[in-house]
């Protein structure tokens, strides 16, 4: 079935230091691919998402490419800051002949601190 | 104002108690979901529903039960809690465009913490 693997964390850099949180994921069909993140107390928001291959999604500084070819949708930032820190969750949505059906399949998040 | 808002936020309840957490959303989606969030295991979903007389089991639906009251209200039951059912919960809502394609993503509530002891 569809899954998500997600680099496990914590991951404590400091502030303007580069991010790099690994995504892979397994999908029968083509999937759309997602970040969300979570801050201390909050429900999950989304950070960006994809929809097909070689798409890059960015946000906020963030970004990701959807790369078919190794599976992956990792989230990358040049530069950190202390607001950062919060738990990202990679995300994919089945979809069978171009139709979603809508469910979510999470990794198991990765906690990010970032330090002053 | 919170576009999906869940009730309560916080409950300690006992073992073989009903408790039932709710969620209510101002967005006017059709679809709803619920998830689990366990720590080291991420969201997993408990049920979905895409309109009211549409109701599906997710991963993990043993133990629960839901009902879908409204477009806008979507309630998870636990009929018997037990303590392994202690984790935060989380409602979920997500558009259906014409065609029946969803827009992928979904809108989190603020999240139930729920404690069995």
């Known amino acids: 079935g569809d899954s998500v693997t997600q680099m496990e964390g914590p991951v404590t850099l400091s502030e303007e230091a580069f991010l790099t949180i690994n995504c892979t994921y397994t999908?029968?069909?083509?999937?759309?691919l997602f970040w969300y993140v979570q801050y201390p107390g909050e429900g999950l928001q989304l950070l960006l998402k994809?929809?097909?291959?070689?798409d890059k999604g960015s946000n906020k500084g963030f970004e990701a490419t959807y790369r078919k070819e190794t599976t992956s949708f990792h989230l990358e930032k040049g530069s950190v800051q202390v607001s950062d820190s919060a738990v990202y969750f990679c995300a994919l949505s089945d979809r069978v002949r171009g139709s979603t059906l809508g469910r979510l399949y999470f990794g198991r998040g990765t906690q990010l601190t970032v330090w002053p | 104002d919170a576009d999906v808002t869940q009730t309560p936020r916080n409950r300690i309840t006992k073992t073989g108690k009903r408790i039932m957490l709710e969620c209510s959303q101002t967005?006017?989606?059709?679809?709803m979901y619920w998830y689990r969030q366990d720590p080291g295991l991420g969201l997993r979903l408990i049920y979905y529903?895409?309109?009211?007389?549409?109701?599906n089991k997710g991963e993990i639906s043993d133990g629960y039960s839901v009902s879908r009251q409204a477009q806008a209200k979507f309630s998870l039951s636990l009929e018997s809690a037990i303590p392994n059912q202690t984790a935060l919960y989380f409602c979920a809502t997500s558009a259906e465009l014409a065609g029946g394609h969803s827009t992928d993503t979904q809108y989190f509530g603020p999240g139930t913490r729920l404690t069995v002891l």
């Open positions: 529903s895409f309109d009211v007389k549409d109701i």
């Open positions: 967005k006017g989606h059709d679809r």
């Open positions: 999908a029968t069909g083509y999937p759309s």
């Open positions: 994809a929809t097909k291959a070689d």
